[in-house]
Nanobody, 128 residues
Framework: QVPLVESGGGLAQTGGSLRLVCAAP????????VGWFRQAPETEREFVAS????????YYADSVKDRFTISRDNFKNTVYLQMNSLTPEDTAVYYC?????????????????????WGQGTQVTVSS
C-alpha cells in the first residue's frame, strides 16, 4: 500500500488560488506517475492533471489548462497542484493517485483504472 494524503483544500473566492499537496511516505512516489482527479456532487470523478515521475512532463484537462499547475518535489516525496483563477465550477473533492507501474502516456494518465493507489481526498469549495 502507498498511503497518499491530500491537504490544502478549503474555501476560496472566485478568482482566488489554492495549492493542494499530495504527500506519501519517503520514497514511495519517486518512480510513480501521479494524477489529480476531482469529483463534484452527483457527478463522475474526472481527470484534472498528471505528472511524470521525473516531473518533466505534465498533462492537463482542458477545463484547467492555463489555470492549474502540477509539480513535484521527489526529495520531499510530494506532488502539488497550484490552482489559480478559481471558479465555482472547480468546487469538488480533489484526489491524488499514484501509478507505480506504467510508462508515461498522457492519455493513459486520464484513466482512473491506471492508478493503483488513491488518497482520501480534500474538499475545495469556491464561492461566487
Amino acid at each position: 500500500q502507498v498511503p497518499l494524503v491530500e491537504s490544502g483544500g478549503g474555501l476560496a473566492q472566485t478568482g482566488g488560488s489554492l495549492r493542494l499537496v499530495c504527500a506519501a511516505p519517503a520514497g514511495t512516489l519517486r518512480r510513480s506517475i501521479v494524477g489529480w482527479f476531482r469529483q463534484a456532487p452527483e457527478t463522475e470523478r474526472e481527470f484534472v492533471a498528471s505528472i511524470s515521475w521525473s516531473g518533466g512532463r505534465q498533462y492537463y484537462a482542458d477545463s484547467v489548462k492555463d489555470r492549474f499547475t502540477i509539480s513535484r518535489d521527489n526529495f520531499k516525496n510530494t506532488v502539488y497542484l497550484q490552482m489559480n483563477s478559481l471558479t465555482p465550477e472547480d468546487t469538488a473533492v480533489y484526489y491524488c493517485a499514484a501509478d507505480i507501474q506504467s510508462d508515461w502516456d498522457p492519455l493513459r494518465t486520464t484513466i482512473e483504472a491506471a492508478y493503483e493507489y488513491w488518497g482520501q481526498g480534500t474538499q475545495v469549495t469556491v464561492s461566487s
